[in-house]
């Protein structure tokens, strides 16, 4: 049973991937696999835990590739930001159906699908108990959900930056290719900038360093992993902190 009085971290935001709602699908979005996501969120909700959200639009469209490949870099990450937008929808509507109060806030104004970016209006939803999406970015080009997710847990006074991934924390290489790499348990801002370790790109973590704001990847796709976060055991990879490197 969690004890409730353990609990490390009060408000927390969650940068989802979008390559990531995609679940076993190439493409898009996967209904079922967004349910699960809603219900583990909801399990840190009924802890009390106050939540919002950044997700990616890598599932539908990739605006850096997309420029990589000869589209205007500025209309592609606008593309991008829109795609987000799209899975904050689905998001939402994933959670509504596991009972939970949700809302979405966008960097573009877009009033008939969701409320504009006020940072007053979204503490006081994370107040409410409700979920918070932010979604299209910073609404600026060049500037990556990463570096959203950084700034908008800093604007919020988020306890720490969650960061959902398919493996069990940050590794000094891929381990889906290097069966020799090394899985840290904490590391220093610095030390991931140093080793290229690509957990978020380097405006983020900087970002994050110069706000003091802990940095926690994890494995999403085991269940019970963020609430056992939440409670203060140790799961993945903590960046930053109080937590002392492992080198």
Known sequence: MINVMSLQYN??????????????????ID???????????KSGIDLGVQ??????????FRGLAASENGMDRVAADYTGMLATVMNSLALKDALGKVGIDARIQTAIDMKE?????????????????????????????YFTTDTT?????????ADGLFKATKV????????????????????SYMEVLKKELHVMDSTAISLSKDNEMPI?????????????IL????IGTVIGGKQNAVI
Do not use: C
């Open 168 to 187: 069990d924390g940050v590794y000094s290489s891929d381990p889906m290719i290097d069966s020799n790499a090394t899985r840290y348990e904490s590391l």
């Open 231 to 234: 409670n203060g055991q140790p």
């Open 51 to 60: 939540i919002a959200i950044v997700i990616g639009g890598g599932n539908i």
């Open 216 to 228: 926690v990847v994890f494995d999403m796709n085991q269940p019970g992993n963020l609430v056992k």
């Open 149 to 157: 997710a950084a700034l908008r847990a800093t604007e919020i006074g």
């Open 11 to 28: 408000r927390i935001l969650l940068k989802l991937s979008g390559e990531a709602i995609k679940g076993g699908r190439d493409y898009g």
């Open 31 to 41: 209904p079922q696999y967004l349910v699960y996501i809603a219900k583990e969120i």
């Open 113 to 141: 699908i969701a409320e504009p970016f006020i940072l007053d209006r979204a503490r006081s939803h994370l107040n409410k108990s409700r979920v918070l999406i932010f979604a299209a970015g910073t609404g600026n080009p």
